[in-house]
């Protein structure tokens, strides 16, 4: 069965302090990966889309990778406007393009 | 600002009664997602719609319906309705119905159910 899990489901972190958030996948065949953004009350905002492993996207402050089991998206000296909850969806290869999204993970940036 | 407009912004209503939630995608885009988002489910997929024919279903409950008009705008409607569907719906966008196609969402609707 296709699945996509997001972990930690909730990350605090200090305003400047570095970390990671990890999006892990099983799915028959992968044409693409998706980063969202979140604001609470808000529609999720589109980040990256990452085709293949060894793909890397950067925007700002949040860079994505791709590995063949998982995705990374990474945040570099994050500030308060960074807090967010992040969602990550996969395409299969199969089927009929729908999104399989993961449960997100809210992070939290303190000044 | 993602292009994609929805109304109404809040919706309140009591059991039983039923409502339509609208939907307007990106100039363009001929492709229409629903989703629905509660507190302990996330996101979850329910129907989507592509030049006016649906393409594909997910979890909707037979109590909900939705179509896409010519004017490629959507209306979700939603009756009998029960305290579990109080939730935020979304529609979404994209130009195609193909693989890779970035989907682009709404502000959502907040529907509460008394």
């Known amino acids: 069965e296709d699945q996509v899990t997001q972990s930690p489901e909730a990350l605090r972190l200090q305003e400047g302090e570095s970390s990671s958030l990890n999006c892990s996948y099983t799915?028959?065949?992968?044409?693409?990966l998706f980063w969202y953004r979140q604001d609470p009350g808000k529609g999720p905002e589109f980040l990256f889309t990452?085709?293949?492993?060894?793909e890397e996207k950067e925007k700002e402050r949040l860079k994505a990778t791709l590995t063949k089991k998982e995705s990374f998206l990474h945040i570099t000296a994050p500030k308060p406007e960074d807090s967010a909850t992040y969602l990550c969806?996969?395409?299969?290869?199969?089927?009929?393009?729908?999104?399989?999204w993961g449960a997100g993970t809210k992070l939290i940036i303190k000044p | 600002d993602s292009g994609v407009t929805q109304t109404p912004k809040h919706l309140i209503t009591a059991t039983g009664q039923r409502v339509t939630l609208r939907c307007s995608p990106r100039?363009?885009?001929?492709?229409v997602y629903w989703y629905q988002q509660s507190l302990d489910q996330g996101l979850q997929f329910l129907i989507q719609?592509?030049?006016?024919?649906?393409?594909a279903k997910g979890n909707i409950l037979e109590r909900f319906s939705a179509q896409q008009f010519p004017d490629l705008h959507s209306e979700l409607n939603l009756s009998s309705l029960e305290l579990g569907d109080s939730a935020l719906y979304f529609c979404?966008?994209?130009?195609?119905?193909?693989?890779?196609?970035?989907?682009?969402f709404g502000p959502g609707t907040r529907l509460t159910v008394l």
């Open positions: 100039s363009g885009d001929l492709s």
């Open positions: 979404a966008s994209s130009p195609r119905v193909g693989p890779n196609d970035e989907q682009f």
């Open positions: 799915v028959s065949g992968l044409r693409g």
């Open positions: 969806a996969v395409q299969a290869a199969r089927g009929n393009y729908q999104l399989i």
């Open positions: 990452l085709y293949s492993a060894g």
């Open positions: 719609y592509y030049n006016g024919e649906e393409r």
